[in-house]
Nanobody, 115 residues
């Protein structure tokens, strides 16, 4: 079992920055990928940043050039650096981790961007 806890969400003005963090605990030895999704009110959960098997990262078109993912394998954490935030980035952000075909999710952290 893998447990994921996100942190770093909050309220920020448009144009500002936030860094989200996700810490994995439990049986972390076999974790493969860690990334981020988000879900805005009334919308489906969507991918934000996901590493691929080719050692690259897929970013949603809406966040390319503004968001960057980084992972610290030694600490079992993944961060999402978000710059130039807009009100359209308002959502609950979820991190995920994959382990031998199983996907684990965090509880989510709220990001609200005011105009």
């Amino acid at each position: 079992q893998v447990q994921l806890v996100e942190s770093g969400g909050g309220l920020v003005q448009a144009g500002g920055s936030l860094r989200l963090s996700c810490a994995a605990s439990g049986t972390t030895l076999m974790i493969n990928a860690m990334g981020w999704y988000r879900q805005a009110p009334g919308k489906q959960r969507e991918l934000v940043a996901a590493p691929t098997s080719a050692a690259t990262t897929i970013y949603a078109d809406s966040v390319k050039g503004r968001f960057t993912i980084s992972r610290d394998n030694a600490k079992n954490t993944v961060n999402l650096h978000m710059n130039s935030l807009t009100p359209e980035d308002t959502a609950v952000y979820y991190c995920y981790a994959t382990d031998r075909g199983i996907v684990y999710w965090g509880q989510g952290t709220q990001v609200t961007v005011s105009s």
